[in-house]
């Protein structure tokens, strides 16, 4: 199987079952947090496909070990995801300049961020590079532009 058509849940079953090796579907789905219906669906494709491997220690206790080729796949797979967190990391950086100049365009030099996390961050920095005041919610006296975050989109309100 291609590592293209693994998820980047594939991968994370890989990596934890690698770093820890008492790792049961009840701990991978805790971490994952997911369903052990799912963990368990996920973790048999891979034993199948030879990337797992699983070993009985009591009756019902398995220990699952990466095999050499899980290993491989783990390792494309890491690949794989970061290079659509670079791609993911330029396209925010992109469209956030862009809509840092259409707000520079408009008059404007503060600016309202609604969202949290990586993409909130990566457009926080160029609104400093771009000497865009970021303001808070709460402290804003006037009508100003808000970038919102919606998942891994943009939008420009303009009010």
């Known amino acids: 199987m291609p590592a293209e058509s693994f998820s980047e849940r594939d991968l994370q079953i890989l990596e934890h079952i690698e ?7 009840s701990t991978l789905a805790e971490h994952l947090g997911v369903a052990v219906g799912t963990v368990n669906f996920v973790v048999r494709r891979m034993i199948e ?3 797992i ?3 009985r220690l009591e009756r019902k206790r398995l220990k699952y ?3 050499p080729q899980g290993v491989t796949i ?3 797979l890491a690949v794989i995801s970061i290079g659509y967190s670079m791609r993911l990391y330029r396209e925010t950086r992109d469209e956030a300049k862009r809509l840092v100049n259409k707000v520079r365009q408009k008059g404007f030099d503060q600016i309202v961020i609604r969202g949290e996390g990586e993409l909130a961050d990566v457009v926080r920095l160029t609104c400093i590079e771009y000497g865009v005041q970021v303001m ?8 100003l532009p808000v970038i919102i975050i919606d998942g891994v989109s943009l939008y420009l309100d303009l009010n």
């Not at 770093?19 to 579907?25: E, R, S, V």
């Open 19 to 25: 770093n820890n090796p008492d790792a049961t579907q």
């Open 49 to 51: 496909k030879g990337y």
């Open 53 to 55: 491997r699983v070993k």
């Open 65 to 67: 070990m990466v095999t």
């Open 74 to 76: 783990r390792a494309k």
């Open 136 to 143: 808070k919610f709460g402290k804003i006296n006037q009508p």
